[in-house]
């Protein structure tokens, strides 16, 4: 079994920065599962954010969505199972619960991912 647990949610004003991170754990965890950032706003369906892929060794490919290109990044800590999730000019929109996912395999949809964290909030005022 694998565990994630997100931290870093919090308010930002617009045009300012969050940095939210990701504790994975468990006995299967593996460098090579793909781990990636999920969002859901109220009303609305959960969607992608970002993710990382593994390639070989400490090597992955990062993956974006649209809407946070240019202002988010994604990282990871392979020696701490971590990921990161920094959040640069953020808009009100961008308002949402934040999940962090892992699994063995995975990129851009949720349901390609097994193990989720309880998510964390971040709101941004205009």
């Known amino acids: 079994q694998v565990r994630v647990v997100e931290s870093g949610g919090g308010l930002a004003q617009d045009g300012g920065s969050l940095r939210l991170s990701c504790q994975a754990s468990?006995?299967?965890?593996?460098?090579?599962?793909?781990m990636g950032w999920f969002r859901q706003a109220p009303g609305k369906e959960r969607e992608f954010v970002a993710a990382t892929t593994w390639i070989a060794g400490n090597s992955y490919n990062v993956h974006y969505a649209d809407s946070v290109k240019g202002r988010f990044t994604i990282s990871r800590d392979n020696a701490k199972n971590a990921l990161y999730l920094q959040m640069n000019s953020l808009k009100p929109d961008d308002t949402a619960v934040y999940y962090c996912?892992?699994?063995?395999?995975?990129?851009?949809?949720?349901?390609?991912?097994?193990?989720w964290g309880q998510g964390t909030q971040v709101t941004v005022s205009s």
């Open positions: 468990g006995r299967t965890f593996s460098r090579s599962y793909a």
């Open positions: 996912a892992a699994g063995e395999k995975g990129k851009s949809i949720a349901d390609e991912y097994d193990y």
